[in-house]
C-alpha cells in the first residue's frame, strides 16, 4: 500500500478543510529508490548512467485509472531508459512534483526489490501498480 508524505496530507487537507483551492504541478514522476523515504521524506534515490525519473501520461509511459473503491492502477506500462552503469538494489518507489528534487508525494515498497545492473531496463507492466488509499 501506498503511504502519503506529510506534503500530500497537508496539501489534502488545506484543499478540503481550508478553504484554499489546492494545484499540482502536473502530472508525477516516479522515481526508483535504494533506500526508503518516510513521511517527511528522504530515502535514497538511484543514481547512475541514464537514470531519470519518468512522468506519468508522457508519451509511451502509462497512466491511471482511477477506481471507485479508493484505488488507482496504471493501465499501461511505465519504462526507464537502460541503464549506462548499475543502479543497484531498488526497494521502492517514490511519486515526486517534479522532474528531479521536488516534493515526495507517495511512496511504496516494491514486491520483490530489482538489483539494476548495466543493460537492464526497469519497467513496471500494466496493472503493475496499484495505489491505495485507505
Known amino acids: 500500500m501506498a503511504q502519503a ?6 496539501k489534502f487537507l488545506t484543499g478540503l478543510l481550508g478553504g484554499s483551492n489546492v494545484t499540482f504541478s502536473g502530472k508525477p ?8 523515504p518516510s513521511d517527511t521524506g528522504g530515502g535514497t534515490e538511484v543514481t547512475g548512467t541514464n537514470y531519470s525519473r519518468v512522468r506519468i501520461g508522457d508519451t509511451g509511459q502509462g497512466n ?3 477506481g ?23 526497494t521502492h518507489i517514490a ?14 515498497t516494491l514486491n520483490a526489490s530489482a538489483n539494476i545492473q548495466s543493460g537492464d531496463i526497469f519497467k513496471i507492466p500494466a496493472s503493475g501498480f496499484t495505489i491505495t488509499m485507505d
Not at 508524505?5 to 497537508?10: K, Q, V
Not at 514522476?29 to 526508503?36: D, E, P
Not at 471507485?68 to 531498488?90: H, I, K, L
Not at 511519486?95 to 511504496?108: C, E, I, Q, R
Request: hydrophobic share 45%; no cysteine; charged share 5%.
Open 5 to 10: 508524505s506529510n506534503f500530500l496530507e497537508n
Open 29 to 36: 514522476y516516479i522515481a526508483l529508490m535504494k533506500s526508503a
Open 64 to 66: 491511471f485509472t482511477v
Open 68 to 90: 471507485s473503491t479508493g484505488t488507482a492502477t496504471n493501465a499501461s506500462a511505465f519504462t526507464f531508459a537502460d541503464a549506462g552503469s548499475n543502479w543497484g538494489t531498488v
Open 95 to 108: 511519486l515526486y512534483d517534479s522532474a528531479s528534487g521536488g516534493n515526495l508525494l507517495l511512496y511504496a
